[in-house]
């Protein structure tokens, strides 16, 4: 029950008494038209007014009496929003802010109950004691004030209206099992929130009602509720004070609110007013809580008395002095703390603005400011606390505002400081409604008409901004508690999976009802990456069922496609049109690796899946082929019973290391092949080397991947490869390894092929074993060491030439001889052959 509650320095506490005017009591419970009726009646006076709990529904009211009058003709007063047309007749106001000084032909008093509120009941009494239309004055609220209306307004008429619709028990439901069209009551802007975002998880989504937030976002949380975008609401117990909305069933998430002073259990009539919203004219109604036991949960009798609408009456009201002695801060306080003269009144509690004036009293300094001032020190203790900072902070600000005013007007720059500081949209939602609580107490302040020298433009600015704030809130809480998604296909699904309208566009965004869901890559369905890990399951589930016929569709194209719709990627991964769709894995041999579907694939029926697998299959086949042609060739040789034994031993190992194998723990093999072993080898593609055996083909970059990927397939460890164009590495260096085609040499790594051409050079260049120099140009050309070309021309079976020992390594270190000249060979002086 949060809003203005201040009386306005404009407002003169006394108003035109009409004693024989008539008073008419509306009583009766929630869904009984009263509101409605009262402003029926009031559009057929010639002027009225109306006071009512809540900001937000003096906008509501305000909204709907425009409509029929014209804005020119129609007036609003809240503590925070003034909008008085000099020819305004009708008057919308908070129960403070009610211009009582106007003579007006018709008043009313909504919630006219809420008298007995520990925080606000005074003002809701003073105006029903004092508040009066000229011709007509009407009182609404529950029929619990029937006795203390007779005792308090002589003559009044008392009219009970019946309920429209029935009102019943539902039971306990929890949050998953609420039925759509409900609202959630929960009594703390914490729970309110941790409602709304199961409520998300769960149902898709929930609009947030709180009495603190401005009409602008209320109005905008409930158009989403009223059109349908979202199927529940949670509100705080704003919702009982005549908030009209299309609730069929209202769910308590508790029956305990902190009231301000203690924490304690509803009234069965504060139970009743907010069960009450369930139903709309006509239509009957449900409540219940969320809790089966426990604290929480409703008791039997109190059941019972909601449903026949039967509650302890109200015998008094609370009551504080409306026209207080200003004369001195003294004398305020003493009027403010008179006890009442009637017996249906009690003394109300310490409201805020009376415990801010104490606090305030104590300053010798306040009191001295205030000498002639006290009316004013009044209207600054009155200043709402709309950030519930509790009373001693919000005295330290209250003091602040009257030091100012005190000497005149407030400060231009603090007060444009202080509004700037708030004119921010970014943050959550806590940080958004922080500055709406925030704004509000400016806005209210800029109301006043002698605080500020341009009340006029800071009442538009501070507008401004709260409109600005509103907005980015309704947007946050939108973003934080609705998925439409969601929403959208709990709706859809009542009507059966085959009724969602999923559309899948040409990037494969898939979306349902203009809401993308997620995309489908390949056939693979990807969940929106905004979607929450709660609503994944549920957005898969909708796909799963939705996207068959498209998944078919594609599974047919991939059984046919083209070899250009085909490539590898690292890993021994297939893909189609970018998309992975198979696995390389162990085949036959290492040549005819086979393939593994991808699981998105599982989606197909079995006669597609077969097609899928045999053209990847034969994809992977004419891709061995044409990258490794040695390994099928060699896998042939190595079973061919035809073959001599060595070339099957040959051929086995070749195939073995993937196309490449040192000659050395084949050498016996290799000395025993025929010339024409040797010729099916040479044919195809093998050179047999004076230290390995390979095909130069298959050190190509475009072959690389695929030896990469039938090595991984077979579980033979992949080596790390060199950099690409690479044909000398430093020893150690990522590819510097035999299995990577790589021959480690002293302190550098050479490519197999270059070996070969160094070594059929020196061959070449040697007359039987006389010693020869070598042609250092293609040595010199790849960049080798010294100690390269050493261990390379030792390992080709040469020797230095000069007394059997090496130039400089055979020698003592004393004598060791560096070379004069950067050709290596020629630094070895001549070589022999051994």
């Not at 509650?311 to 609370?318: A, G, N, Q, S």
């Not at 005190?406 to 444009?416: K, V």
């Not at 198979?582 to 579907?597: K, T, Y």
Request: proline residues 6%; aromatic residues 6%.
């Amino acid at each position: 029950m949060v809003d203005s509650r201040c009386l306005s320095p404009d407002v003169v506490p006394t108003m035109p008494r009409h004693d024989n005017a008539r008073v008419t009591a509306v009583l009766g419970p929630t869904n009984t038209g009263k509101t409605h009726l009262a402003v029926e009646r009031m559009v057929a006076h010639s002027s009225g007014m109306i006071g009512f709990p809540l900001r937000l529904l003096a906008r509501e009211v305000y909204d709907r009496v425009v409509a029929m009058k014209g804005p020119d003709r129609v007036a609003l007063i809240t503590g925070e929003e003034r909008i008085v047309p000099k020819d305004a007749r009708w008057f919308l106001c908070t129960a403070e802010s009610m211009p009582t000084d106007r003579d007006v032909a018709f008043v009313g008093i909504d919630e006219a109950q809420l008298g007995a509120d520990a925080e606000r009941g005074h003002v809701f009494t003073d105006r029903l004691l004092h508040a009066r239309g000229r011709e007509e004055t009407m009182i609404l609220g529950s029929a619990a004030l029937k006795p203390v209306v007779r005792s308090l307004v002589p003559g009044v008429e008392i009219v009970e209206r019946p309920r429209f619709s029935d009102l019943s028990y539902a039971g306990a439901k929890k949050i998953s099992r609420l039925p759509r069209r409900s609202a959630i009551v929960a009594f703390s802007a914490e729970e309110v929130y941790a409602v709304a975002e199961m409520l998300r998880r769960l149902r898709g989504g929930a609009a947030v009602v709180m009495g603190a937030l401005s009409p602008r976002t209320r109005n905008a949380q409930v158009a989403m509720f009223q059109a349908g975008e979202v199927d529940y609401l949670v509100a705080t117990d704003a919702i009982g004070m005549g908030l009209n909305m299309d609730v069929a069933h209202v769910a308590f998430a508790g029956l305990h609110k902190f009231d301000g002073r203690r924490r304690r259990r509803l009234t069965v009539s504060e139970m009743a007013q907010i069960a009450g919203r369930a139903g709309r004219h006509q239509r009957d109604g449900t409540f219940g809580a969320v809790a089966e036991e426990g604290p929480e949960a409703f008791l039997p009798e109190e059941v019972l008395a909601i449903e026949a609408h039967r509650f302890p009456t109200l015998d008094w009201l609370y009551w504080r002095e409306g026209d207080p002695d200003l004369s001195s801060i003294s004398a305020l306080l003493a009027s403010l703390s008179a006890p009442p003269q009637h017996e249906a009144l009690r003394a109300a509690p310490e409201a805020t603005d009376l415990a801010v004036l104490r606090r305030l009293a104590e300053d010798p300094a306040i009191r001295a400011r205030a000498r002639g001032q006290v009316e004013r020190l009044w209207a600054v203790c009155g200043i709402p606390d709309f950030q519930k900072l509790g009373v001693e902070p919000h005295a330290r600000f209250v003091s602040r505002v009257f030091g100012h005013l005190s000497e005149g007007h407030l400060p231009h720059q603090w007060f444009a400081d202080e509004v700037a500081r708030l004119d921010r949209v970014d943050g959550d939602v806590e940080t958004i409604a922080g500055r709406v609580a925030a704004i509000r107490t400016w806005a209210y302040i800029a109301q006043r008409r002698d605080w500020l020298a341009d009340p006029q433009h800071w009442a538009a600015r501070t507008m401004a901004v709260e409109e600005r704030l509103s907005d980015a809130l309704h947007t946050s809480l939108t973003q934080r508690f609705v998925d439409k998604r969601t929403s959208v296909l709990l709706k859809q699904i009542g009507a059966g999976a085959g009724a969602l309208p999923v559309e899948i566009g040409a990037e494969g965004e898939v979306t349902i009802d203009t809401h993308a869901i997620g995309r489908l890559q390949g056939f693979r369905f990807v969940v929106a990456p905004d979607a929450r890990a709660a609503d994944k399951r549920l957005l898969l589930a909708t796909a799963e069922k939705q996207l068959s016929r498209e998944r078919a569709a594609r599974g047919g194209a991939l059984s046919t496609a083209q070899n250009e719709a085909f490539s590898l990627t690292e890993g021994g991964i297939v893909t189609w049109q970018d998309h992975p769709v198979a696995q390389l894995v162990r085949g036959r041999s290492l040549g005819r690796p086979s393939i593994q579907l991808d699981e998105a694939l599982d989606c197909l029926d079995p006669p597609l899946r077969r097609a899928v697998s045999e053209r990847i299959q034969t994809w992977v086949d004419d891709a061995v082929a044409a990258h490794l042609p040695v390994l099928a060739k060699m896998a042939a040789m190595a079973r061919d019973p035809a073959a001599t034994p060595a070339l099957r031993s040959v051929a086995a190992a070749i195939e073995g290391g993937a196309g490449l194998a040192q000659r050395l723990p084949v050498r016996s093999a290799v000395e025993a092949l025929t010339p024409d072993d040797r010729q099916r080898l040479r044919k195809a593609g093998v050179t047999i080397g004076a230290l390995d055996l390979f095909d130069a083909r298959l050190l190509k970059p475009r072959a690389r991947p695929w030896r990469e990927a039938v090595l991984a397939a077979a579980g033979v460890p992949v080596p790390p490869a060199a950099r690409e164009g690479a044909t000398v590495l430093p020893r150690g260096a990522p590819g510097a390894t035999l299995a990577a085609g790589f021959r480690p040499l002293g302190t550098q790594a050479v490519r197999v092929d270059l070996v070969e051409r160094i070594a059929r050079s020196a061959h070449d260049a040697r007359k039987g074993r006389a010693p020869f120099l070598p042609d250092p140009a293609l040595a010199t050309s790849i960049g080798l060491e010294v100690g390269t070309i050493t261990r390379l021309m030792a390992e080709l079976g040469f020797r230095p030439a000069a007394e059997g020992r090496w130039a400089w390594r055979g020698r003592p270190a004393a004598k060791v001889v560096r070379p004069k000249s950067d050709n290596a060979f020629a630094a070895l002086a001549e070589w022999a052959f051994d």
